[in-house]
């Protein structure tokens, strides 16, 4: 089956600095990756669609300049958490979506999600 | 409308047991749809998928039903084992392509050896 990498799994931060999050597809290209944002004992809420080689697609009320997505190739999407304050932390998860004609091309594949603490 | 963030409702289940897990969804135009199981600290995994044409599929030990009149999915766990425990999502498509899904609020099950 398709894998998703993401790294890190858990990461712990001072308030003010930036994190960066990467989500990797392993075995597939990914055209398209999305980012979502899970607090405790809630669903996933999606906040972004990162397409390789364009800019993202950001989900209403998520600031895009406080979470920056960059999808350079089609095995790499990163999210930057900038200036990150207590309130960002969270657990965030990718997914991707593979070519048509090597995967289920309806089937999202999801990372193992990160978990941001900030301190 | 989208999905909003609430705090999930807990079935627990005998071992041995069969689960159902209910979800209602909201867009009229999905025509494809997903049940994924979310393990604690993990990210979601597929389990089975069903399109708008169908109103029933089985997997292994799952079957999904849709009733598309009222807008309801169902997954159907048989012979639920300690191993099945976790957070189960239903999630619609509108056009079964490369958009975004929405997810459901999530459905925690819990099997009682």
């Known amino acids: 089956g398709a894998v998703v990498s993401q790294h890190p799994s858990w990461v712990i931060c001072k308030s003010g600095t930036s994190v960066k999050i990467e989500c990797r597809s392993l075995?597939?290209?990914?055209?398209?990756m999305f980012w979502y944002r899970q607090f405790p004992k809630q669903s996933l809420m999606l906040m972004a669609t990162?397409?390789?080689?364009?800019?993202?697609?950001?989900e209403q009320g998520v600031e895009k300049d406080k979470f920056l997505i960059n999808h350079a190739s089609l095995t790499l999407s990163t999210l930057t958490v900038t200036s990150a304050h207590p309130e960002d932390s969270s657990f965030y998860i990718c997914?991707?979506?593979?070519?048509?004609?090597?995967?289920?091309?309806?089937?999202?594949?999801f990372g193992a999600g990160t978990r941001l603490s900030v301190l | 409308g989208e999905s909003v963030g609430l705090h999930l409702p807990t079935l627990s289940v005998q071992e041995g047991d069969n689960s159902i897990i209910n979800c209602a969804y909201s867009?009229?135009?999905?025509?494809?749809f997903i049940w994924y199981k979310q393990e604690s600290g993990k990210g979601p995994q597929f389990i089975i998928d069903?399109?708008?044409?169908?109103d029933k599929r089985q997997g292994q030990r799952v079957t999904v039903l849709l009733n598309k009149t009222v807008k309801h999915l169902s997954l159907q766990i048989a012979a639920t084992q300690p191993g099945d425990s976790a957070v189960y999502f239903c999630?619609?498509?509108?056009?079964?392509?490369?958009?975004?899904?929405?997810f459901g609020i999530g459905t925690k099950l819990q099997v009682i050896p």
């Open positions: 999630a619609e498509n509108p056009s079964g392509g490369y958009q975004k899904v929405t």
């Open positions: 990162s397409n390789e080689g364009s800019k993202a697609t950001y």
């Open positions: 867009n009229s135009a999905s025509d494809y």
């Open positions: 069903i399109r708008s044409n169908m």
């Open positions: 997914s991707a979506h593979g070519l048509a004609g090597v995967l289920a091309k309806n089937i999202q594949y």
């Open positions: 075995d597939f290209q990914a055209t398209t």
